[in-house]
């Protein structure tokens, strides 16, 4: 059976079909409300918000698993009182309607101490997983070796976004899904590097999927305005992704094309710091 990804149209969610369907959803980043208290901000909890959210997608895709591809939690390095109320109640809800893979990122530092008892919720390594034939990271470490050889590879992490600027300088964001290709050469190189053997064969060039972030509070990175070293996480970072021939999505399914090509856009080229667009080299004509 051929596999299928289909992001749920104006959310930031996939269904992933195998051989099972799989709802996955990224960045949820439960406890953020407590973190803007602390900040000087009153929100109140959208936890049961989020839950009903989820309830949602859950109806409309009726999925064999779900899939929580890290960041469920937001305070680091502590448990904040909000998480340990909030935290076992929001995943024994949802697996109630299927079995719930954790693939940890770098906000869930002791989540295992949260997990319901008696719940089907598996928490796997931080260095990702393969599950029904694809393969699943959160992004804030190397891959596994074992996804490499895969034709999918699902990420999170950057929360990538698309800013939109007009004439008068009025700016928008906008959540994008990104798609592109694993640079295998430097991913090789990095595990040669730290004595781990990954043959240049075992990199089938898979098509990775970055996830926009499921809670909106917590911001993101405007990929038409950042390079590489700009990202979060060494996959990210160090050129193992092709940016440039990346594909960009809109929630609503709109594709924008080619991020190279995108920065080239006057509403979507990068500006400089003080809030003007910047001219691109030999293109002084470009903006009037």
Same mark, same amino acid.
């Given at each position: 059976m051929a596999i299928e990804i289909t992001p749920i149209i104006n959310e930031p969610a996939l269904v992933v079909s195998n051989s099972i369907r799989a709802l996955v959803i990224a960045d949820i980043?439960?406890?953020?409300?407590?973190?803007?208290?602390?900040?000087?901000?009153?929100?109140?909890?959208?936890?049961?918000?989020?839950?009903?959210?989820?309830? /949602?997608?859950?109806?409309?895709?009726?999925?064999? +698993?779900? $899939?929580? =591809?890290?960041?469920?939690?937001h305070n !680091?390095?502590?448990?904040?009182?909000?998480?340990?109320?909030?935290?076992?109640?929001?995943?024994?809800?949802?697996?109630?309607?299927?079995?719930?893979?954790?693939?940890?990122?770098?906000?869930?530092? /002791?989540?295992?101490?949260?997990?319901?008892?008696? +719940?089907? $919720?598996? =928490?796997?390594?931080?260095?990702?997983? !393969?599950?029904?034939g694809v393969g699943y990271f959160h992004g804030h470490t190397w891959p596994a070796p074992e996804l490499l050889p895969l034709q999918y590879i699902i990420s999170a992490h950057n929360h990538p976004t698309i800013r939109f600027t007009d004439k008068l300088g009025y700016s928008t964001?906008?959540?994008?899904?990104?798609?592109t290709r694993l640079n295998c050469e430097v991913v090789v190189e990095h595990f040669k590097s730290i004595g781990v053997e990954v043959k240049t064969g075992m990199c089938c060039d898979p098509r990775i999927f970055i996830m926009p972030?499921?809670?909106?509070?917590?911001?993101?990175?405007?990929?038409?305005?950042?390079?590489?070293?700009?990202?979060?996480?060494?996959?990210?970072?160090?050129?193992?992704?092709?940016?440039?021939?990346?594909?960009?999505?809109?929630l609503d399914g709109t594709n924008l094309g080619v991020l190279k090509n995108i920065r080239k856009m006057p509403e979507t080229r990068k500006r400089n710091e003080s809030g003007k667009k910047r001219r691109s080299k030999g293109a002084r004509n470009e903006i009037r």
């Open positions: 980043h439960l406890g953020i409300e407590w973190d803007l208290y602390r900040s000087g901000f009153s929100i109140p909890s959208q936890m049961e918000q989020r839950l009903e959210r989820i309830r /949602g997608y859950v109806r409309e895709s009726a999925p064999d +698993r779900i $899939i929580l =591809l890290g960041d469920v939690k !680091v390095p502590q448990i904040s009182w909000q998480e340990r109320d909030e935290i076992p109640y929001f995943l024994g809800s949802i697996a109630e309607y299927a079995p719930v893979d954790i693939l940890p990122g770098n906000h869930d530092g /002791g989540i295992d101490l949260l997990l319901p008892q008696g +719940r089907n $919720i598996k =928490l796997h390594p931080s260095r990702g997983a !393969v599950l029904d964001v906008e959540p994008a899904w990104i798609r972030a499921f809670n909106e509070l917590c911001g993101g990175v405007a990929f038409n305005e950042s390079m590489h070293d700009d990202l979060l996480g060494p996959v990210f970072s160090s050129e193992a992704l092709d940016l440039d021939n990346a594909e960009v999505y809109l």
